[in-house]
C-alpha cells in the first residue's frame, strides 16, 4: 500500500480557500487518489477520487501533479461546517487494497 | 434507503463480558468493513468480508470475530472484552465490480460507541 503524508491541523477562517496537500512518493501507476471527510462523532464520507491532472465536485476540487507523488484538496470559500478531519489514501480496486485511513488532517474553520 | 445501520449506538460492557455489534446496509452492496477508531487516532480495518459467506482478517482482527450469513448483515462479535477494545466502531459497505477504476466507495454507518470498563 503506498504511505501518505499529510499536515496533522489546519486553521483557516470562513470564506478563505484551504488547501490541504498530501504526499505519496510510492504510488503505484494504477493508484487512484481518494479523500474523506469526517466530521465529530459520524463515520468518513467520500468527498472526492482522481488518478491525474485535476477533479472537481460540488464540494472539492483534487489537484494532481504530473508525477502523481502529491496531491492537492482544495475545499473553496470554507464555513464553519467544513470542520471535520480530512483523510487523503491511495489505492487501487484490482490491487484487493484494504483502505488504510491514517491520522488524517483536522481542518478548523473559525468565524 | 437507510444506507448503513449500527445498534447499539452506545455501550459499556465490563471486563470479560461479551457482544455482538450489528450492522445491515440496503445497498445490496457485495463488500462490507469493520473498522475502530480511537480517540485521535484513524480508522484501523478489523475484518472485511467480499460477499456472504467470505470473511477474511484486516489490520487489528485479534479479539474478534465476523460472519456474513447475508449479503445485507455482517455483525461483529467481541467474546471477551477487554480495556483495549474501547473504542468507537464503524461499519462500512461498499460495491466493487469487475472492470472498476480507481477505488470503490465506501459508506460508513453512524458508529457504536463501546466502553469496556
Known amino acids: 500500500l503506498a504511505k501518505t503524508t499529510q499536515p496533522i491541523s489546519m486553521d483557516s477562517y470562513e470564506g478563505q480557500e484551504v488547501n490541504i496537500t498530501c504526499s505519496h512518493n510510492?504510488?503505484?501507476?494504477?493508484?487512484?487518489i481518494t479523500w474523506y471527510q469526517q466530521f465529530p462523532s459520524q463515520g468518513p464520507r467520500f468527498i472526492i477520487q482522481g488518478y491525474k491532472t485535476k477533479v472537481t465536485n460540488e464540494v472539492a476540487s483534487l489537484f494532481i501533479p504530473a508525477d502523481r507523488k502529491s496531491s492537492t484538496l482544495s475545499l473553496p470559500r470554507v464555513s464553519l461546517s467544513d470542520t471535520a478531519v480530512y483523510y487523503c489514501l491511495v489505492g487501487a480496486e484490482g490491487n484487493d487494497y484494504k483502505l488504510s485511513f491514517g491520522a488524517g488532517t483536522t481542518v478548523t474553520v473559525r468565524a | 434507503n437507510a444506507g448503513v445501520t449500527q445498534t447499539p449506538k452506545f455501550r459499556i460492557l465490563k471486563i470479560g463480558q461479551s457482544m455482538t455489534l450489528q450492522c445491515t446496509q440496503d445497498m445490496n452492496h457485495n463488500y462490507m468493513y469493520w473498522y475502530r477508531q480511537d480517540p485521535g487516532m484513524g480508522l484501523k480495518l478489523i475484518y472485511y468480508s467480499v460477499g456472504a459467506g467470505i470473511t477474511d482478517k484486516g489490520e487489528v482482527p485479534n479479539g474478534y470475530n465476523v460472519s456474513r450469513s447475508t449479503t445485507e448483515d455482517f455483525p461483529l462479535r467481541l467474546e471477551l472484552a477487554a480495556p483495549s477494545q474501547t473504542s468507537v466502531y464503524f461499519c462500512a459497505s461498499s460495491f466493487r465490480g469487475q472492470g472498476n477504476l480507481g477505488t470503490d466507495t465506501q459508506y460508513f454507518g453512524p458508529g457504536t460507541r463501546l466502553t469496556v470498563l
Open positions: 510510492n504510488i503505484a501507476t494504477n493508484d487512484y
